[in-house]
């Protein structure tokens, strides 16, 4: 396999890179766009999501913050509606 991968990227042109440094890349832009442990697990061939999550879990601040910041935004949203003046309930 690293042969014709050796040799697929001399021809493309792509940088030297290792393939298993892709699947991590994949794994952690898909983690940080919200694919559940689960999915990665599968879609990565791991039988255990506990495989995954040793491997994978570690997620940029920049990522969480961001996520909690758009969970926020959600549930503000969601007590705003119906509110026609757009405050919060008490």
Sequence with gaps: MNRAWRTFRRRA????VQLRDLRR?????ALAGGASMAVIAKGLGHRSTTVTA???ALVGE???RAAFEETGQR????GNEGNAD?????
């Design 54 to 56: 040793g491997v994978y």
């Design 25 to 29: 890349t994949l794994a952690t832009h």
């Design 75 to 78: 549930l503000l949203a969601a």
């Design 13 to 16: 042109g792509i940088p030297d």
């Design 86 to 90: 757009g405050q919060t309930k008490s």
């Design 62 to 64: 920049t990522a969480v």
